[in-house]
Structure formats: structure tokens, C-alpha cells
């Protein structure tokens, strides 16, 4: 496996040239106070070291070995806890933190792309700090004070790690369906028992404690998702004083023996009569939970980016190495026994795919954190539109990165062929790695129906208009000879996704099963459509600078691929969810 390399370049130039993010932090006072070009450059600088230095190392082994679970206690991976000391030192399960609390107050655009470097440098380490800081969020919006100054800067510090505790056995997807129960106690408790499953990080030897935020009803509270509170149960209970007390009622029963991400302890977790505080309001727990998931789902949707990026740079470095026959067009290397795999196109052609829809990725997932920030510290119409467009965007996020990270990894082997199938390469642990995104955090198929259904014909596409307002005007601005070979295809895509979109609703208003049966397809097209957007602003900085430095000059090549061979794509998509739902339901359950 080649040696993980944080894409800085390609990260800066999002970052200042397309997104001109360090004007809109001095125009928004709480990052103004917080935030500039040097302190941004020296956070990503020092972040890509210890990714690539102490992380990324560590990645093959902790798939080798994995976790063990003994008596209800896990070890993790040889140099886990060393890593994880290391990078918490740092700071950075706090980088975006509430600063009242000890975090560092960064916005999203900046540890999006923390994400994105701890993701490739290894998937299973990410999902400790990952899911640390996402309980934070959650704690910080509805926690009392109390709960916030006496968890809060110890899991920012690291010394404490946090999990959410959702599924159980039978209720995945449809928490109203849970257990797990919250019974009144004294002083304010409540005391919580049930079982959760496929708890990541549940128990761990990382960390002094662990706090699960767990969903629980209690025993007179409404039927369905409507009966659902938030708790907080520290593994440990913390004395006044804020010293550790006595064990809590949490155990860990188990740990899953999965596909991939094989040093992350993904546990059942069984609480007995486990002292628990109310997070947010009685009844209001999956609203507060869900502050936590929407920067889960981005964040997942970025670890398949992440394992995507890894991929791309495995294959680059064998395609460049690897000789095989020759070149259409006649011999490349006569001193050699052949021509390296890059003469090929077909390999060509895997590899401008990978690294077209990776830097496609990043760009989209730099434009949902612009709309998260702004929804976030700015005021008004802006941080209404942040909030509409974060709110539209963020199941595209989870589920369209995750699926091409995926078809990415993918790549990544078939350009290594049977080397790729082989441990010995390491390019079959992203593949497995990769596959968990689509699944957890809602599986994908769930994003759809939720951009569909909660985003699109809830409102009558009110949310997508505001979109397509944006990407109307970036058009009528950009009508020149120079920027025609991107504006006119981006145009006409999104003149597409207009009408199917008023095609999908029609059919959708005799029939509600269209919603369901061309969910995928349709957040596909508008995952390709608004990718295309993304290439075009990348496309329009790239051609002011493209005579200064050949990084402009490959960008520009590679938005071109992007717009004449993967845009494309679209069509058949579009033809898939614009068919009539009745063919789906047609068949006969007996005859499945």
C-alpha cells in the first residue's frame, strides 16, 4: 500500500481559490474571533502530519489484528492507544468545538477536511474521535449546564470518549420501535435498562471513561418515535469533584466480527438499572440526537471519500510501477519489458474517474460545510438559505459520497487486479473498509426517501429552488468563450433535473410508491448535477490561475473528463427514476 499523502494542495485550493473562505470567516464575528488563512494553513499542516505519520502507519495492522473482547472488556489494536493519546494532545477531538468548554470553535470547512485526512489515513481509528466530537455537538446544543461543564471539556481533551446508542436488535431504522427503558429516580437520574447493538466504541481501553448518549422511553411516554428521550450514562459515574465514582450499570455483552473496519469495537452494550441524566426535554430525544446525526451522516459520507482518496493514490503509485504489454500507439519504453499500466486507457480511464469524482467529492463536501457554517454563525436570509441547503444536502452527502467511495475502492482494485484481491497489497481492506458507509448512520436507501420525501415533496421542492437559484445565477454570470465547455453541459443538466424532478412529483401525487422507487436514482442525478456545479467553480478558479502552476492546468483536464465521460451518467439514472413505480410492485411476493 502506497504511503498516505493529505492532499494539502488540492485542500488549499478549495479552501481560498473556489470557496474564498478566509473573506466569509472575516465577515462572520464568532469566526472572525477564531479563525484566519495562517491559523487555518497551520492546523491542516499539522493535522496531514500526524495522519500521515502517526495514523496511516498503524492502518494495516489494526485490520491484522482487530479488537478482543474478554469478560466484557476490549483491547484495541497494537499502537491504537498511543495514536489516540497523540491525537488528542493535539486537540483535535475539539477542533470545532464549543470554545466555552475548552474546544477550539473551528467552522466545518476546516474539520471537514480533518475528517477527510483522518478517514484516509485509517477509517477504523476515525470512528473513536469521530463519534467523540459527535456526541459533543449533541451535548452541547441540548445539555444543561451542569451536564455541558462537567463532560464537555473532558471529551474535547480526549480523556473521555462519547458514543450515541440507538439500534437494537429489532429496531434499526424504526427506533419508535425500541425497548430501552428510562425509569425516574432520585436527585434528578433516571435509571435506564435494555440492550443496544452495533454500539461503535462502546467499550474500549482508549480512554478513563466512556459516555453513551442513549435513546430509552419512559414507561408512560407516547407510543412510537414520539415517546423517545435522550440520556447520558457514563461508563464510570464522576463524583463532584469531577474524579471518576463507581461502575455504572453498562456492560459490554459483545463485540461484532465484521466485513471491515476491523479495529473499531463495534459492541452490544447491555445496561441493568445504568444511572442516566436527561438530555433536552422529556419525549424530544431522537430532535436532539439528531443534531449529532446530520454531522454523522456528513462525516460518513466523508470516510468513503476518504477511502476513496487512499484507493486513487494505491493505484496511481502501482499503475506508474506495474509494466504490462504495450501501448496502442506503440512501444513507450523500449528499455523496458513492457509499458507501465498507464499507456492503457482503459486503466486511464479507472483513474481519471477516481481522482475526478474524489476532487468532486471534496469540492461538494466543501460546499455543504460553507452551508453548515453559515447556517451556524451567520444571520438573516443567509443563514436561512445555510439552513434550507444543509438540511436538502445532507442525505446527499452520507449516501452519494459513500456509494462512489465505494466504486472507487473498487477501482482501486481492478487497476491492481489480482494483486488488488490479495492482503498483501492492502487495497482489499479500503474495498472492505469502504462498504460500511453505505450501510450505517441510516443505510442509503433511507437518504433517499429522506431528500425525497422530508426534503423535496414536503415542501414542494422548496428547499431545491433556493439550490437552483444559486446555480441559475453562477450561470448567467459565467456566459463566456471560456467558460462555455462547462456552463452549457451544467445548464442543461440541471434544466434536466428541474423536469424530472416535476415529472418524479406528478407521478408521485397518484401514486406515493414513486417516492420509494425512484428515490436512489433520483439522488444520484442530483448528487452528479450538483457535482457538476462544483467542477464548473473549480473549473472558472482554475482558468485564472491555469498559467501560474500545472496543478491548475491538471485540474482543468480533469474537469473536462468530469463534464464529457461521468456527468453523462445522469441519463440513465434519470430514466430509471422517471419510470412508473407500478413495474416494482408488479410481481407477486410469492413469486420473489
Known sequence: MA??????????????????????????????ENIDKETADAILSECAKICEQVIAPISREGDEVGVSWDNGE????????????????GGWIGLGGDTEFGGMGMPKMLTALQEEMVCGADMAFSLYPGLTSGACLSLAKHGSDQLRETYLPRMYSGEWAGTMCLTESHAGTDLG?????????????????GSKIFITGGEQDLTDNIIHLVLAKLPDAPAGSRGISLFLVPKFKVNADGSLGERNGVS???????MGIHASATCVLNFDDAEGYLVGELNKGL????????????GVGIQGLGAGVRSYQNAVEYAKDRVQSRSLTGTKSPDKAADSLMVHG???????????????????????SKQLDLSKYASGDEQAKGEALTALMTPLAKAFFSDL????????????????????????????????????????????????????AANQGAFLRLFGEEVGAFIAANQTPEMAEFIQPLAVAVEDFVSLTTDVLGKAAKNPEQLGTAACDYLHVFGY??????WAMMAKASLEKQDSDDFYKGKLVTARYFFARILPRRLSLAASAASAAEVVFELDDELF
Not at 420501535?177 to 435498562?193: F, G, H, Q
Request: with cysteine.
Open 252 to 258: 459490554c455483552g459483545s463485540v461484532e466480527h465484521k
Open 3 to 32: 504511503d498516505y499523502q493529505v492532499p494539502l494542495k488540492d485542500m488549499n485550493f478549495l479552501l481560498y481559490d473556489v470557496f474564498k473562505a478566509d473573506q466569509m470567516w472575516s465577515q462572520l464575528p464568532q469566526l472572525a
Open 74 to 89: 476490549v483491547t484495541t489494536a497494537p499502537g491504537y492507544k498511543e495514536a489516540f493519546q497523540t491525537y488528542a494532545e
Open 405 to 456: 467511495g465505494l466504486e472507487n475502492t473498487i477501482a482501486g482494485q481492478q487497476v491492481f487486479g489480482g494483486h488488488g484481491y490479495v492482503r498483501e497489497w492492502g487495497q482489499e481492506q479500503l474495498v472492505r473498509d469502504a462498504r460500511i458507509a453505505q450501510i450505517y448512520e441510516g443505510t442509503n436507501g433511507v437518504q433517499a426517501m429522506d431528500l425525497i420525501g422530508r426534503k423535496l
Open 529 to 534: 448535477t450538483a457535482m457538476a456545479y462544483v
Open 287 to 298: 430532535a436532539c440526537m439528531f443534531t449529532m446525526m446530520n454531522y454523522e451522516r456528513i
Open 346 to 368: 482503459d486503466v486511464r480511464r479507472m483513474l481519471l474517474t477516481m481522482k475526478a469524482i474524489n476532487e468532486g467529492n471534496r469540492a461538494l463536501a466543501m460546499y455543504i
Open 177 to 193: 420501535m425500541i425497548r430501552t427503558k428510562a425509569v425516574p429516580s432520585e436527585n434528578d437520574t433516571y435509571k435506564l435498562t
